[in-house]
Antibody, heavy 121, light 108 residues
Framework: EVQLVESGGGLVQPGRSLRLSCAASGFNFGDYGMHWVRQVPGKGLEWVSGITWNSGTLAYADSVKGRFTISRDNAENSLFLQMHSLRAEDTAQYFC??????????????WGQGTLVTVSS | EIVLTQSPGTLSLSLGERATLSCRASQTVSNSYLAWYQQKPGQAPRLLIYGAAARATGIPDRFSGSGSGTAFTLTISRLEPEDFVVYYCQQYGSSPVTFGGGTKVEIK
């Protein structure tokens, strides 16, 4: 069974940093592109960042470009999102998401339950 | 980037009725790379349809997708109690991937 378990969320002050992690199991992690998608509670979905199977291509939404960095460790079946210079508008539930195959621009066939990031003083 | 507009925002229907949800794109979605997701309260989204019409693994056949170009539709043939939730469309034909604003299906 595919499982994606996020961790690392919490309350953080504006301007500070936070690192999210996602532990994957139940599939060949190294064969798939992986992504982070966020959702403000009660609102819609926003793609944040994605990474190809071999970390060869990284992509970011304009809203986080230059502040967030996505990475992965295929040996540890893990996905990460390093977030710097956090803003109030980054407050959201962050989902770790599995792409449909190895390419970056893809449908999302498995989602974690998410980790909540709250940016507030 | 491609903007997806879902309509209606809320759809009020009865059990057993047919639901038709629309997703319109601001530009042609190449290769009909359009997906649909269902999200229940407090849960993560679940993939229903990809490639505009292909059902994901384990999805009941009362869910069907159609469309091409800029106009896509999700149809639920006979609404079951668990279907009264929120649905999102997503395009992955061009970068960045984008989502529609969602349609809530509620019990009339």
């Amino acid at each position: 069974e595919v499982q994606l378990v996020e961790s690392g969320g919490g309350l953080v002050q504006p301007g500070r940093s936070l690192r999210l992690s996602c532990a994957a199991s139940g599939f060949n992690f190294g064969d798939y592109g992986m992504h982070w998608v966020r959702q403000v509670p009660g609102k819609g979905l926003e793609w944040v960042s994605g990474i190809t199977w071999n970390s060869g291509t990284l992509a970011y939404a304009d809203s986080v470009k230059g502040r967030f960095t996505i990475s992965r460790d295929n040996a540890e079946n893990s996905l990460f999102l390093q977030m710097h210079s956090l803003r109030a508008e980054d407050t959201a539930q962050y989902f770790c998401v599995k792409g449909g195959n190895y390419v970056l621009v893809n449908w999302f066939d498995r989602w974690g339950q998410g980790t909540l990031v709250t940016v507030s003083s | 980037e491609i903007v997806l507009t879902q309509s209606p925002g809320t759809l009020s229907l009865s059990l057993g009725e047919r639901a038709t949800l629309s997703c319109r794109a601001s530009q042609t979605v190449s290769n009909s790379y359009l997906a649909w997701y269902q999200q229940k309260p407090g849960q993560a989204p679940r993939l229903l349809i990809y490639g505009a019409a292909a059902r994901a693994t384990g999805i009941p056949d009362r869910f069907s997708g159609s469309g091409s170009g800029t106009a896509f539709t999700l149809t639920i043939s006979r609404l079951e109690p668990e279907d009264f939730v929120v649905y999102y469309c997503q395009q992955y034909g061009s970068s960045p991937v984008t989502f529609g604003g969602g349609t809530k299906v509620e019990i009339k």
